[in-house]
């Protein structure tokens, strides 16, 4: 491992409460060829004085002051201005889990030559953190196969998370691959277009990284541009498929996507408003007069796809909300859903992915 140097680019929006504990855990990194990049995003409160202040304290910790161009737009601030074999992105209100986090996705890197190392890693809310979340994926010619983009970015979700993951630089350069200026989902997309250029994986079981519940984040809030933001993030992995002329057409995320995107629609109603079912069955028949969310369901519910995943269970799952979907019985589509949530489905989903030690 020795020259192979690390790039970590930490974004720095409005965390003045967090961002001496993030950089702690970044500093005492027992790997030491690596360079800190944060991206001062023209951040209202403290924290241009913070990274003024660590910068100065330390020779490797730089500081770029931006004007504001949002979560995606910082990364790739920080991208440009990298210098590392490697580049792993963490955000400025969480933590890397322990002192060997970049040393073992570095080790992983370098022993199976990936391209993307991707890391397990616990959720935290002050003194409580969670088991690992582990991603039960695996390595090799499965990496190029529907049930693993399933898996790895719908039913478990490690392959959706710029953070937790060690990116070899020169991958994302040979092939201009950028964050997006979505309000949110933008990992997702990045990593979606990542995986249409087929990187090596490779997968470390271990907890890399600590993800900061931080009730106050854009993750807890309601979405009043939800659906715009979800469709289009489909529909330019379209474009962008057919622009960089790739030829698998992925359609499989798309349709997957699409398909969640109306979960999670109906799922923020039923949290946020009241009365929350007619809500939701409303935002659903707003969803569904959109010509690409039409074929996305209209092709999972005929079993597009389908029959490429393993999981049984998900299978029934998806092809019978599809045909509800395309019937529009929408009020009955969000009354499945809430169904579902008053049962507890949803959160023993969440646990059950949580198990082991660091």
Known sequence: MNGKKVTLVIPVYNTESYLPECLESVLAQDYKE?????????????????????????????????????????????????????????????????????????????????????????????????????????????????????????????????????????????????CRAYPFTQDKAHNMECCAYEPVYAFIQGSVYLYRVNQESVTFRYKENFMPVWIAIASDFHAFLKERKIKNIYGDLMAFHIFFGSFFLVKQELQFKKPGLLQAAGKLREYGRDPFVRKAMGALAKGRYLDQIDVLAWKIVIRGASVLFTLRCYLLFAAGIGLLRSLGVDKRITRSRYRGRR
């Open 34 to 178: 690596v360079e800190i990049i944060l991206v001062d995003d023209g951040s209202p409160d403290a924290c241009p004085g913070l990274c003024d202040h660590f910068a100065g304290e330390n020779e490797n910790v730089r500081v770029i002051h931006q004007e504001n161009r949002g979560l995606g737009g910082a990364r790739n601030t920080g991208l440009e201005a990298s210098s590392g074999d490697y580049v792993m992105f963490i955000d400025s209100d969480d933590c890397l889990d322990g002192a060997d986090a970049v040393s073992r996705l570095v080790k992983c890197a370098e022993e199976k030559q990936a391209d993307i190392v991707v890391g397990g890693f616990r959720r935290f809310c002050g003194q409580d953190v969670s088991q690992v979340n582990c991603h039960h994926l695996r390595e090799g010619a499965y990496t190029k196969t529907v049930d693993f983009r399933f898996k790895g970015f719908y039913m478990y979700g490690h392959l959706a998370y710029d953070w937790g993951k060690l990116y070899r630089r020169r991958f994302l350069q040979e092939n201009r691959l950028r």
